[in-house]
């Protein structure tokens, strides 16, 4: 259902997409440097929907750039925490190696320990 919910409002959206670009098909131009004269200067004639689908474009990337970008401190504490928890887990197995080398083994018979015989005076 979830998918089916999903397909439907992406395929409203690309009919949005579609009248808005059939609706803004004229030419527009994009002159580089209005300060010149407008015979000689470098500019693009394109439909005028293919410059705002750019400029969304171009500010979803920009977005994201910032957004990245502004995450770097979590990013940077994750690598942090992620150096000290390996730390722990070697110091982990180095004692527990320590224990399994004190404990005698759950099959082996324990030697009996020897006292030493005090006498009786």
């Not at 979830?2 to 409203?12: A, G, N, P, Q, S």
């Not at 580089?32 to 500019?43: E, G, T």
């Amino acid at each position: 259902m979830k998918r089916f919910l999903i397909f439907v409002l992406l395929l409203i959206i690309g009919a949005i997409i579609a009248a808005f670009a059939v609706a803004n098909r004229h030419d527009v131009s994009f002159i580089v440097d209005p300060f010149i004269d407008r015979d000689i200067a470098f500019k693009v004639s394109l439909p005028f929907y293919v410059f705002l689908f750019g400029a969304a474009f171009l500010g979803a990337i920009g977005g994201w750039i910032a957004a990245w970008l502004g995450q770097g401190h979590w990013r940077k504490a994750a690598r942090e925490t992620h150096k000290e928890a390996a730390i722990w887990k070697q110091e982990a197995e180095k004692l527990k190696r320590g224990l399994e080398q004190a404990l005698p083994k759950p099959g082996a018979v324990p030697q009996p320990q020897q006292r030493a015989l005090r006498s009786i005076r």
